[in-house]
């Protein structure tokens, strides 16, 4: 793999947000800030054919997220009433978040796959009380105390930005192209980070916009979730695979850096997952019979398990139980069944 986004690796090492690039004569990349880990969202902002701008994902909904992407448009001499439309790789908050005030300021049209727009247009309608009550409900049945799984998942008010996202006005499927005036921006729907993720091919420059789907140091988080895909991590995996197929001329992600070798980090990220599955394997065999909240503590982390704060809990376990499930489709392990099943090796 090698860096291409040289200046925002630069800035991640120096614990700093990037500048504001022009990739291309017609294509910037715009970083918009957040908190945590990745620390910025890479907005593409694509100058249209006949006039006005694209974009590609939009940031973290809040007043210093819009401001970098209002300020970031100015900077490149357009203003946020030129866009004419927004593609939005995925319904995440740092992707889709912005994208309400994007619609209300210019006009522009927002553009999902359908499997996103349908989660986004459920979250908006629920409300943030059943969200959380919702969210407690799926992690007891992962193995969750109930007291325990109330407190991870924090009050409503935490869930409340979510109801209120942008529901899409257009659906892009698989090999449809976006309407974006002068570019060929091909839709590659690649389910596992969420049902609905896609990627971007753009076929006159073979850029290809891999959202995070494929980032190039972290692995992204792949897990299960209420009313998501049965089996995230094989629907992953083969995303994978049907990325790493054609090499284009760059990979432009939605986090951290620009980079070349598309083939090469999709091989590290199956790899990865290998390795996990073995060792939820191993797990298991250690202590059968247990539910995929006790089997998380069991595997290794980042930092040690108990030091997890309660949000990064729940992510682990999510995507641990996102592992037996694809360990379960290759039949190596079977479920008890029941309200809170738990694991064993499946017999051989
Ligand atoms: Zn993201």
Do not use: K
């Amino acid at each position: 793999m090698d860096i291409t986004g040289t200046p925002q690796h630069e800035a991640w090492a120096a614990r700093a947000v990037p500048p504001v690039e022009q990739l291309r004569t017609d294509l910037w990349s715009i970083p918009v800030p957040m908190g945590g880990p990745l620390r910025y969202v890479s907005v593409y902002a694509f100058a249209l054919e006949g006039g006005g701008l694209g974009l590609l994902d939009t940031g973290w909904e809040s007043d210093e997220g819009w401001a970098a992407l209002t300020g970031g448009l100015s900077s490149i001499g357009g203003g946020i009433e030129d866009v004419r439309g927004v593609l939005v790789t995925h319904l995440h908050f740092d992707h889709l978040g912005l994208a309400s005030r994007v619609r209300e300021s210019s006009g522009a049209w927002i553009a999902m796959h359908p499997a996103d727009a349908s989660a986004v247009a459920r979250l908006t309608a629920a409300g943030a009380a059943t969200l959380v009550a919702t969210e407690i409900e799926f992690l007891v049945g992962l193995g969750a105390d109930r007291s325990g799984a109330v407190d991870d998942v924090g009050p409503p008010e935490r869930m409340e930005g979510f109801t209120r996202m942008a529901v899409p006005d257009r659906l892009l499927e698989d090999g449809e192209h976006a309407d974006f005036p002068g570019w060929r921006m091909r839709a590659v729907h690649t389910p596992g980070h969420t049902p609905g993720h896609l990627c971007f091919a753009e076929e006159n420059t073979r850029l290809f916009f891999s959202g995070d789907h494929v980032l190039p140091r972290i692995t992204p988080n792949i897990s299960s979730t209420h009313n998501g895909s049965p089996d995230p991590l094989r629907d992953y995996l083969a995303s994978l695979a049907t990325v790493s197929q054609d090499e284009p001329a760059e990979v432009l992600p939605a986090h951290e850096w620009r980079f070349r070798g598309l083939a090469g980090r999709t091989a590290e990220l199956s790899a990865h997952h290998e390795h996990r599955l073995t060792e939820l394997l191993d797990a298991i065999r250690g202590h059968p019979h247990s539910t995929p909240w006790d089997l998380a503590a069991y595997l290794t982390w980042s930092r040690p398990w108990e030091q997890y704060e309660r949000r990064m809990r729940i992510f682990a376990v999510t995507e641990t139980d996102a592992h037996l499930r694809l360990l379960a489709s290759r039949g190596l392990v079977t479920s008890s069944g029941g309200p809170v099943p738990t694991w064993t090796l499946a017999a051989r």
